[in-house]
């Protein structure tokens, strides 16, 4: 059974930080792609940070470029988001995704983690 769980959500003031952690089992781990995405009240959900192979580097959405670092653990089955200079605009539930490189219709959630950017 393939789990994704994602932790390290809450809540932060603007400028702070926060670092989410996604822990896969269940599957084997270097033949997935790893993606960060957020749905914000409202809106449509938006990848924000994906890692294509176990050594490839992390790709950005605009809207968070120098602000997130995303890497990868493969030794742990692990994915970190790095969350600096949070903005309100940032609040949202963040998913964990890993998605089979070879065969697009084999991919998985997590449950999300609500990250909220308040003062």
């Known amino acids: 059974q393939v789990q994704l769980v994602e932790s390290g959500g809450g809540l932060v003031q603007p400028g702070g930080s926060l670092r989410l952690s996604c822990v896969a089992s269940g599957l084997t781990f270097s033949r997935f792609a790893m993606n960060w995405y957020r749905r914000a009240p409202g809106k449509e959900s938006e990848l924000v940070a994906g890692?294509?192979?176990?050594?490839?580097?992390?790709n950005y959405a605009n809207s968070v470029k120098g602000r997130f670092t995303m890497s990868r653990d493969n030794d742990k089955n692990t994915v970190y988001l790095h969350m600096n200079g949070l903005e309100p605009e940032d609040t949202a539930i963040y998913y964990c995704?890993?998605?089979?490189?070879?065969?697009?219709?084999?991919?998985?959630w997590g449950q999300g983690t609500q990250v909220t950017v308040s003062s």
């Open positions: 995704n890993a998605q089979h490189r070879g065969t697009l219709s084999i991919f998985y």
């Open positions: 890692i294509l192979k176990p050594d490839s580097d992390a």
